[in-house]
Every structure is written in C-alpha cells, then in structure tokens.
C-alpha cells in the first residue's frame, strides 16, 4: 500500500509558473516509476512527465522544455515545476507510482494515484 499526496496546485497568469510536488509514503519508494498526469474536463488523463527508479525522464511533447520532473529519494517526493504556463495547461494534476523501475506512459499500467491538484491559467 502507498499513498500519495500532491500539492502546489493553484491559479496562475498565463506566462508564470507553478511547482508540483508530490509525497509518499512507503519503503520501496526508490524502486518506483513516478509520473505525472493530468485531465482536463472531458478529456482523457493524459500523461505529463515520467522519472524511472534510476532517474531517466521522458516528457510530452506538449511540455517538454517547459515542465521538469525531478525525484528526491531521501525525502520521497517527486517535484513537477512548471514554467511558461499556457491556458492548455489547465486540468487537475496527478501523481501515480508504479511498483516496477521503468516508466510507463499510459494511466493503467500505473498501480497508485494521488488525489490530484487543481491548475488553473488564465488567458
């Protein structure tokens, strides 16, 4: 059993900057896959940004140079800033882990969710 709990959501001006985290709980956190996702209303979850247990990333192309993901094991937490913010951008945000040490980039292969963050930019 993990649980995870986001925070740092908020509203925002189109051009500014947020930054995600994310805490866990449990012991096997540096084995874990983290990632992030994020739903707008009526869409689909849509995956953000993904960090493996050894630290290697992979982003969307819609955020890639503008959101960074970033993992601290000695504090379990998993970091989202994002910068540029576009009103595209605005959705509730989530953070899954995975129990296995390589990413995923689909919503069902990954095994806890927090409860979400909302984000809001305006235009």
């Known amino acids: 059993q993990v649980q995870l709990v986001e925070s740092g959501g908020g509203l925002v001006q189109a051009g500014g900057s947020l930054r995600l985290s994310c805490a866990a709980s449990?012991?096997?956190?540096?084995?874990?896959?983290m990632g992030w996702f994020r739903q707008a209303p009526g869409e689909e979850r849509e995956f953000v940004a993904a960090i493996s247990g050894g630290g290697s990333t992979y982003y969307a192309d819609s955020v890639k140079g503008r959101f960074t993901i970033s993992r601290d094991n000695a504090k379990n937490t998993v970091y989202l800033p994002m910068s540029s913010l576009k009103p595209v951008d605005t959705a509730v945000y989530y953070c899954a882990a995975k129990n296995t040490y390589y990413i995923s980039y689909t919503a069902p292969a990954y095994d806890y969710w927090g409860q979400g963050t909302q984000v809001t930019v305006s235009s």
């Open positions: 449990g012991r096997t956190f540096r084995s874990y896959a």
